[in-house]
């Protein structure tokens, strides 16, 4: 029989922290006895419980362990973490410690100190008594990587206090949700962010452009609403058709009809940004004088456009090395509080995968099994809404404007 001590702390029944705690004990095979536990009597005190956790083996305990501390459990009586040395470039020690999107802290020296950078699917790097995550491809030989469990522990959300449908929905996906209720919602949660003096990003599909609501965000950026923007190659190249030949994808955006041989457009849009060298320049020529990308060139906001292997082109700012993308958008998540993803899955999925469990993040799509896909693979604050992004960004828009940033007047004369 093997056994040890766990403890959870802070706000344990409200987040379902310790149910799953104690069902992530039996269904790993293993056996618990509550030894103390104490309930808050106020919505602010946190509660505590002390476990004691047993098994047929010291690897059966092991693995237990590991399975419930992504829950906030950790073992009653600490050690400082252990540490490996990286044995080559891009590659972590066997047994290295994964991390999760969720607020991590590792013993050093006796004292616990906050992990920085936190994202989802890397390794804790151990530097002058202090960490960080590293992604794998990152690591150098030798740099001292935390391995195992042991002197790690990881904070389970807070309670948050119910404001409205925003945070009774979250992660949850249904298309019967009051979708005007959900907007105001969206809207505040923005206002929020700027107020806190964070970014607000959107990661955005081409279907913006499809559906018509590119000049909503285009006002959202220019109102400052916007500040961050995460595509492909198809959301800039069908805003750069439509702001050069007024279709997308061939269909003209205001009239929704074919237009002659405007099969040829999206390719023509493309040549003519490569000649020119890049969009910035096409923006400083007067080539683009409407559209999402000349909005984000003029106000300033960055943007990373990462490439895929379907690309048409690409655009010249569109980064075509994965690695390369994955690392602009690490540095452009920089201060970010707030994501909307709109209309794409996979720049969502890859999104998610960089953000902490602390940025709140709505998921806008047409399909539920885009924000399910999105939850599934780690991005558990994610909440989805599922509709009509030219609608939703329509209604966005506008609300946005109604509440105002101190910008109203310039936003409601645009």
């Known amino acids: ?32 006895e509550i030894e103390e536990i104490k309930i808050g009597k106020t919505r602010p005190e946190p509660s505590y419980a002390r476990i004691r956790v047993n098994a047929d083996s010291e690897e059966a305990l092991e693995n237990i362990l590991a399975y419930v501390e992504k829950d906030g459990a950790s073992r009653a009586w600490q050690w400082d973490a252990d540490l490996a040395p990286a044995p080559k470039d891009g590659v972590f020690p066997e047994d290295f410690y994964c991390t999760t999107n969720l607020e991590t802290q590792v013993r050093i020296s006796g004292r616990w100190t906050p992990v920085r950078n936190i994202e989802m699917d890397c390794g804790i790097v151990v530097e002058d008594d202090s960490a960080r995550t590293m992604p794998m491809n990152l690591v150098r030989d030798g740099q001292k990587v935390v391995v195992g469990h042991r002197g790690v522990r990881v904070e389970p959300p807070e309670r948050k206090e119910p404001r409205g449908a925003f945070e009774f929905m979250t992660s949850e996906v249904s298309a019967e949700r009051p979708k005007g209720l959900i907007v105001r919602e969206i809207a505040h949660e923005i206002m929020e962010t700027k107020r806190r003096g964070e970014k607000v990003l959107l990661v955005g599909g081409p279907a913006i452009i499809h559906s018509g609501a590119g000049p909503f965000v285009e ?98 700012e569109v980064i075509t090395d994965t690695m390369e993308a994955q690392a602009a958008m690490r540095e452009a998540l920089e201060g970010v509080g ?77």
């Open 338 to 414: 707030f994501a909307l993803m709109v209309a794409t899955t996979l720049h969502s999925v890859a999104t998610g995968n960089l953000l902490p469990a602390r940025v709140k993040v709505v998921c806008v799509d047409i399909d539920p099994a885009v924000v399910t896909k999105l939850v599934d693979r780690g991005t558990v604050q994610a909440t989805g809404v599922v509709t009509d992004v030219g609608l939703f960004l329509m209604e966005l828009d506008a609300e946005l404007r109604r509440i105002g940033t101190g910008k109203e007047e310039k936003c409601l004369a645009s």
């Open 219 to 316: 006002r959202m950026i220019e109102c400052g609403y916007i500040d961050v923007l995460f595509a492909g190659n198809a959301l800039p190249l069908h805003d750069i058709e439509s702001a050069l030949y007024g279709t997308s994808l061939g269909v003209s955006v205001e009239e929704g009809r074919p237009a002659a041989h405007g099969h040829e457009h999206h390719l023509r849009a493309v040549n003519t940004i490569r000649r020119i060298g890049s969009i910035k320049e096409a923006v400083r020529q007067g080539i683009l004088n409407t559209g999402i990308m000349r909005v984000c060139v003029q106000a300033n906001a960055p943007f990373v456009l990462a490439g895929s292997i379907r690309d048409d082109g690409p655009l010249p």
């Open 1 to 32: 029989m093997a056994s040890e001590l766990i403890e959870l702390k802070g706000h344990i029944i409200d987040s379902l922290s310790l149910p799953r705690v104690l069902d992530g004990i039996l269904a790993q095979g293993g056996r618990f």
